[in-house]
């Protein structure tokens, strides 16, 4: 079973940056992938990153490419999203996320989640 609890979100101008963490406790084998997911209010939740821990590979939303970085989780299993250049399209609630099943080729089948942090970005 995996815990996640993220925090870090906050207001900043367009522009600014931000750094999500995601404190990850419980069984976390190697072959975990790990992502961030982002709800914009009146729009459907949207997969941002995820990173395949095993082999450090990352995937990237097209919106956010080039701005935003995915760590992997650390010795003291934190996972960090690093958002930069933020836009106001990015206001949204962003939440970590794990699945276990050994697979990080789609935005599907994550099945444990933190409680979300709230960005917003002000133009």
């Known amino acids: 079973q995996v815990q996640l609890m993220d925090s870090g979100g906050g207001s900043v101008q367009a522009g600014g940056s931000l750094r999500l963490s995601c404190a990850v406790s419980g069984y976390t084998p190697l072959n975990y992938c790990m992502g961030w997911f982002r709800q914009a209010p009146g729009k459907e939740r949207e997969g941002v990153a995820r990173?395949?821990?095993?082999?450090?590979?990352?995937y990237f939303a097209d919106s956010v490419k080039g701005r935003f970085t995915i760590s992997p989780v650390n010795a003291k299993n934190m996972l960090y999203l690093q958002m930069n250049s933020l836009k106001p399209e990015d206001t949204a609630m962003y939440y970590c996320?794990?699945?276990?099943?050994?697979?990080?080729?789609?935005?599907?089948?994550?099945?444990?989640w933190g409680q979300g942090s709230q960005v917003t970005v002000s133009s």
């Open positions: 996320a794990a699945r276990g099943d050994g697979l990080c080729g789609t935005w599907d089948n994550f099945v444990y």
């Open positions: 990173i395949y821990l095993s082999g450090d590979v990352t």
